[in-house]
C-alpha cells in the first residue's frame, strides 16, 4: 500500500473510531482496502459488493446460492426411485460442480480418517475421473479412473443438504481487523470489536436487493431479512389454574437473506436461507416505522400482531437504526 494511501485510510479509521461515522465511510475504508485483501475473503467479498453492487455473477455469497440451487435440483429432479444418479453413466455436468461445492462444505478430518483423502485431492481426481462435453452438457465416467473409495467418499458428499451461511458477522469483523493490521494500519482493536453492530448495519444495506447470475433457472437474490417477520401483540397467557403467564416473544436478529427460484414441472418454487447471520436484534435496530400492529386476518379481527416490513427501499436513520426514512 502507498505510503499517501496508506495515511487517507489512518485519518479513516480514527474516524470510525469515535463511533461518528456512516456508511459511505464504511464503503470508502473497504474500498480503500479492497487491492490488499486477497487473503481474506469475506473482506474481499464485501469490498467487491461496493465496487460492483448491481448484477453479482461471482464471489462467496454467489456460489453459496449456486450451492444451494444446484442442491435443491438434485433434490427435486433424484429424490425419486424412478431416477437415482449413476455415476458410471453419462449425468448432467451441473451434478459434477455439486460434487465439488459438496465436498467443500465436509470436514477434512472426516475425509482423511473415513476415505483417507483430502478435499483438494477428491476434487483433483473427480477432475480428472470425468469427462466433460460441454457442448451437451454432460459428464462422462473415464472407465478405471476412479476407486470403490473415492466413490464411497463422492456418495457422502451427496448425502446431505447443509444450509449454513457462507459467513458470519465475526468472519467480517475478524477479516477487517486482519486486514488492517496487514497493511499496518495503527488502529484500537477493542474499538473495532465495539462498533462491531454499526459495522454491520452499514454492510447489510450493501446487501439489501443485489441480485446474482449464477446460471440458474432464474438469477438468485438477496435482502435484509429477520427470524420473525411477525409476533404476537399485547397476548395474555394464563396456565390451567387461570393465573397469566409471562409471554416474551422476540423477532430475532437481523441477517442477510439469500432467494433462489427453481422449476418444479412448470411450477416457480422459491427458497430462503441465511447467507449471513448477525448479533443484530431487529426490533433494537429497527426505527419504529417499519412495524405496524394489526390482526392476522379480518376473521380474527381481536387476536393482534406486531409485523414488520423490510421489503422495501432501506436506509439508515440518525440512530443508525434500519428505516424507510431519509433522516
Not at 499517501?4 to 489512518?10: S, V
Not at 494500519?185 to 477493542?190: D, L, R, S, W
Not at 416457480?268 to 443484530?280: A, E, R
Request: charged share 25%.
Amino acid at each position: 500500500m502507498r505510503e499517501i494511501e496508506r495515511n487517507k485510510t489512518q485519518k479513516l479509521i480514527r474516524k470510525i473510531e469515535t463511533g461518528v461515522f456512516d456508511e459511505n465511510d464504511i464503503d470508502i475504508l473497504f474500498m480503500k482496502l479492497r487491492a490488499y485483501s486477497i487473503e481474506f475473503p469475506v473482506f474481499r467479498e464485501i469490498s467487491d459488493f461496493v465496487a460492483h453492487n448491481d448484477l453479482r455473477n461471482k464471489g462467496i455469497s454467489n456460489q453459496s446460492l449456486e450451492t444451494m440451487y444446484l442442491r435443491m435440483k438434485f433434490f427435486l429432479e433424484y429424490n425419486s426411485p424412478k431416477k437415482t444418479l449413476d455415476l458410471s453413466n453419462p449425468f448432467p455436468l451441473w451434478i459434477k460442480r455439486l460434487i465439488k461445492f459438496q465436498i467443500g462444505k465436509i470436514d477434512e478430518e472426516i475425509l482423511r480418517n473415513k476415505f483417507n483423502v483430502t478435499k483438494h485431492r477428491l476434487i483433483s481426481r473427480i477432475e480428472n475421473g470425468f469427462r466433460n462435453d460441454n457442448l451437451n452438457k454432460i459428464a462422462t465416467y473415464k472407465q478405471g479412473k476412479l476407486s470403490s473409495e473415492t466413490f464411497n467418499a463422492i456418495q457422502h458428499a451427496m448425502s446431505f443438504i447443509n444450509g449454513n451461511p457462507a459467513f458470519t458477522q465475526s468472519d467480517m469483523i475478524n477479516e477487517l481487523i486482519n486486514v488492517l493490521k496487514k497493511n499496518k494500519i495503527i488502529f484500537n482493536e477493542n474499538s473495532i470489536y465495539a462498533l462491531s453492530n454499526k459495522i454491520t448495519m452499514c454492510i447489510l444495506l450493501l446487501f439489501h436487493k443485489v441480485e446474482f447470475d449464477f446460471k440458474g433457472y432464474k438469477p438468485g437474490s438477496c435482502e435484509i431479512a429477520c427470524e420473525k417477520e411477525l409476533i404476537a401483540h399485547n397476548i395474555k397467557l394464563v396456565d390451567d389454574n387461570g393465573n397469566e403467564v409471562e409471554h416474551y416473544e422476540s423477532f430475532g436478529n437481523l441477517y442477510i437473506s439469500g432467494k433462489i427460484t427453481l422449476n418444479d414441472n412448470g411450477k416457480d418454487i422459491s427458497i430462503s436461507h441465511s447467507i449471513m447471520p448477525t448479533d443484530l436484534d431487529t426490533e433494537t435496530w429497527c426505527n419504529e416505522n417499519l412495524f405496524h400492529i394489526g390482526p392476522l386476518s379480518e376473521d380474527i379481527p381481536n387476536h393482534m400482531f406486531k409485523k414488520i416490513n423490510l421489503r422495501g427501499t432501506l436506509t439508515l436513520d440518525n440512530d443508525f437504526k434500519l428505516s424507510n426514512k431519509i433522516t
